[in-house]
């Protein structure tokens, strides 16, 4: 898995085709997903999983409210309108508040 750094970002995008974003756990790691993203690109779809800043942000602001604002604003920098999320723990929580706060931006 090739991790990329972009925009103070570090994510892995795989695939091409509707947008699938993969969210890990508070214990997870990116290579939770990793017969996910090997898998879902040959079935069209384009899946980008980034890494949650779960020890870079500080202590008052690591929260899911925050997380969810914080994937927000790598789709916008990453030129992302509409995606699904896919989230797994931690990960699914902020899917979904993600949803609640931009549900135009939530495909499924």
């Not at 995008?13 to 040959?42: C, Q, R, W, Y």
């Not at 384009?46 to 020890?55: A, Q």
């Not at 990453?78 to 931006?105: D, R, T, W």
């Amino acid at each position: 898995m090739t991790i990329i750094m972009k925009h103070n970002y570090k994510f892995t995008d795989k695939g091409s085709g509707p947008v699938i974003i993969l969210l890990h756990g508070l214990m997870g790691a990116m290579s939770n997903f990793e017969h996910t993203i090997k898998n879902l690109p040959k079935n069209g779809y384009r899946v980008i999983l980034p890494m949650l800043p779960l020890y870079d942000m500080p202590i008052l602001k690591t929260n899911v409210k925050e997380f969810a604002n914080f994937i927000n604003d790598f789709t916008i920098d990453m030129g992302i309108e509409k995606f699904s999320i896919l989230g797994n723990s931690l990960g699914g929580h902020i899917g979904l508040i993600l949803a609640l706060q931009y549900p135009e931006k939530i495909e499924k």
